[in-house]
């Protein structure tokens, strides 16, 4: 069974840190981009990062950038979300989905896999 499964949510405070994890099972992430995407309460789900399949190339969204990083290894079926500098407005349930091609990722379109969300809580 195709699944991927995220980690790592939680309350923290502002200015806090939080790791992220999105195992796979079922399938071999080695051939797929992976993205981060994000829904806030009463908005639209948005994308966070991608990572590619094949050298890692990275995006990021203009509201994360220098304060999030995305990684994978491989050899644990498992990519990243280091996310650090925490804001409120970075609430939200926080989804992983798979791609075998990173433009589907950058564009928020056509991902084959995703997971079910892990909840961040961003408050003091």
């Known amino acids: 069974q195709v699944q991927l499964v995220e980690s790592g949510g939680g309350l923290v405070q502002p200015g806090g840190s939080l790791r992220l994890s999105c195992a796979a099972s079922?399938?071999?992430?080695?051939?797929?981009?992976i993205g981060w995407f994000r829904q806030a309460p009463g908005k639209e789900r948005e994308g966070v990062s991608c990572i590619s399949s094949t050298d890692s190339t990275t995006y990021y969204a203009d509201s994360v950038k220098g304060r999030f990083t995305i990684s994978r290894d491989n050899a644990k079926n498992t990519v990243y979300l280091q996310m650090n500098s925490l804001k409120p407005e970075d609430t939200g349930v926080y989804y992983c989905a798979a791609s075998t091609i990173f433009s589907h990722c950058v564009q928020e379109i056509g991902m084959d896999f995703w997971g079910e969300g892990t909840l961040v809580t961003v408050s003091s």
């Open positions: 079922g399938f071999t992430l080695d051939y797929y981009a």
